[in-house]
């Protein structure tokens, strides 16, 4: 396993070190693994456990990510590997975000392997990777070697994330990223509490990383939850102030995980939220209507 970036070693003899990659901040004793599942402290150095551990790969539509003013038509090398640092219950991917190597098949591939995968993959169409599937951020120090090896290749790097990162290995990442879809899953401070996070640190991703790179935002409408044209009158009033050009996803709930007895979103509520966003924002776009 690889040495985490970000963390605080322990001052004294119970070995337990500080995680600072994510707002969670997690406090892990020796022998124990951030909430994340990937981040493990062993002797007092914290591990990045996942590293290089590949659940998924595909070679994808950028629009699939969804991108959809970034290189559009082009397709992107997509890789995955395994845990989260969100406790959704709507999770769309739950089998890999909340999986183990004991419970998963998984792969190892470096950088320079995925890299070489990447670069034998353009005459089919392939710009670079992206990170997805899972939440690429907690698996920090992979994707920043794979990123900064794509840029000597001159490719394209993507992630899709749920923005949930402190503000310095954010920075610290940025010169090797290309476009980032975030999701903005609520504007409700209560709705992110209920998943196990804060609004505030997605915010601050969205408004550094809109400075340095493509961003596009998503949003997946879950009925009685994050529904309303209120809240969707000020989350999308919110991006105008960073770009009124920021691209929105508006995406449509299936039952999934915890949640497979809720309705799927009904159609003409999309719609609806589509229509209201488009007064704050250009590009508003439907998703899985």
């Not at 709507?90 to 792969?107: A, K, V």
């Not at 994330?161 to 980032?180: F, Q, R, S, V, W």
């Not at 596009?216 to 989350?235: F, K, Q, R, V």
């Amino acid at each position: 396993m690889k040495e985490a970036l970000y963390y605080k070693k322990p001052e004294n003899i119970d070995k337990k070190v500080r995680c600072l990659l994510c707002p969670h901040l997690c406090y892990i004793p020796d022998g124990g693994i951030g909430l994340c599942q990937v981040r493990q402290n062993s002797e007092g150095i914290l591990y990045a456990q996942s590293y290089g551990k590949i659940t998924s790969m595909a070679l994808d539509p950028i629009e699939k990510k969804p991108l959809m003013r970034f290189f559009p038509g082009t397709r992107i090398l997509s890789v995955g590997s395994y845990g989260c640092n969100f406790r959704c219950s709507f999770c769309q991917n739950h089998s890999i975000s909340f999986g183990s190597p004991e419970t998963l098949e998984t792969q190892f591939i470096s950088p320079q392997q995925l890299v070489e995968k990447a670069i034998d993959l353009k005459p089919e169409g392939n710009i670079g990777l992206a990170f997805t599937y899972n939440e690429p951020l907690i698996g920090y120090e992979y994707v920043l070697d794979c990123c900064k090896l794509a840029k000597e290749h001159s490719l394209k790097t993507v992630l899709v994330t749920n923005g949930y990162i402190c503000e310095k290995p954010l920075l610290a990442l940025m010169p090797y990223i290309d476009a980032m879809n975030i999701d903005l899953k609520s504007f409700s401070p209560l709705f992110y509490r209920k998943i196990g996070g804060q609004l505030s640190p997605v915010k601050n991703t969205i408004e550094i990383s809109a400075k340095l790179c493509h961003i596009e935002i998503t949003t997946l409408i879950i009925p009685g939850e994050n529904d309303s044209l209120a809240e969707m009158a000020e989350l999308s009033k919110w991006i105008s102030t960073i770009s009124p050009d920021m691209p929105l996803h508006i995406s449509r709930f299936f039952p999934r995980y915890k949640l497979m007895a809720k309705e799927p979103t009904p159609t003409n509520t999309i719609l609806g939220l589509c229509e209201c966003a488009r007064l704050n924002l250009n590009y508003v776009y439907e998703g899985n209507t």
